[in-house]
């Protein structure tokens, strides 16, 4: 199947600082990419579609001044999350789909803000 | 938009019985349902989707019905084993090219199967 690799897979930072996290598609492009966020023991909830070339699409709820999303090529896209604060610490997952088939996820990242 | 509802949260066999794990969506529009197996701290990993023309789809020990008039969807596991412990979700899209990513899970049916 389809690789999708996203780094890192944890990262601690400090509050009002901003971490980048990658998620690149290995062996395929992906014109579209899809970033959820996920807290200790619950689901799986999509944040935005990340779409190459042109803005993010964010779900109701999620503020995109907080989390910046860029699509710069066919595999990568990157989540940045600005000034950090402790209730951004969760678990965050990038998938892409390669077009008629499956979603493929990348490792997620874990952050931390201490 | 979606709204998918997963039951039961929990759910604990003994090895070798059978396990059923029941969704059902909203949007009539939804066509992809894949449901995923995620370990702790691990990424969901893909065991079985059905796309809705199609009502039953098997794939050794693991089936996946669909029941579009009724908008549910159910997994089942047959003998299941100990590695089979997980959280499962079931997922729901009105995918069509790249989009079949975009997903709305359930809320995860954690499953213990004692040996």
């Known amino acids: 199947g389809a690789v999708v690799s996203q780094h890192p897979s944890r990262v601690i930072c400090k509050s009002g600082t901003s971490v980048k996290i990658e998620c690149r598609s290995l062996d395929f492009q992906a014109t579209t990419m899809f970033w959820y966020r996920q807290f200790p023991k619950k689901s799986l909830m999509l944040m935005a579609t990340s779409n190459e070339g042109s803005k993010a699409t964010y779900e109701q709820g999620v503020e995109k001044d907080k989390f910046l999303i860029n699509h710069a090529s066919l595999t990568l896209s990157t989540l940045t999350v600005t000034s950090a604060h402790p209730e951004d610490s969760s678990f965050y997952i990038c998938?892409?789909?390669?077009?008629?088939?499956?979603?493929?996820f990348g490792q997620g990242t874990r952050l931390t803000v201490v | 938009g979606e709204n998918v509802e997963q039951h039961p949260s929990t759910l604990s066999v003994q090895e070798g019985d059978s396990a059923v794990i029941k969704c059902t969506y909203s949007?009539?529009?939804?066509?992809?349902f894949p449901w995923y197996k995620q370990e702790l701290g691990k990424r969901p990993q893909l065991i079985i989707d059905i796309r809705s023309n199609v009502g039953e789809k098997k794939d050794q020990r693991i089936a996946v019905t669909l029941n579009k008039t009724a908008k549910h969807f159910s997994l089942h596991i047959t003998e299941t084993q100990p590695e089979d412990s997980a959280v499962y979700f079931c997922a729901a899209t009105k995918g069509g090219g790249t989009s079949y990513g975009k997903l709305t899970f359930g809320q995860g049916t954690i499953l213990t199967v004692h040996p």
């Open positions: 998938s892409a789909s390669t077009g008629y088939t499956e979603a493929f």
């Open positions: 949007d009539s529009a939804s066509n992809y």
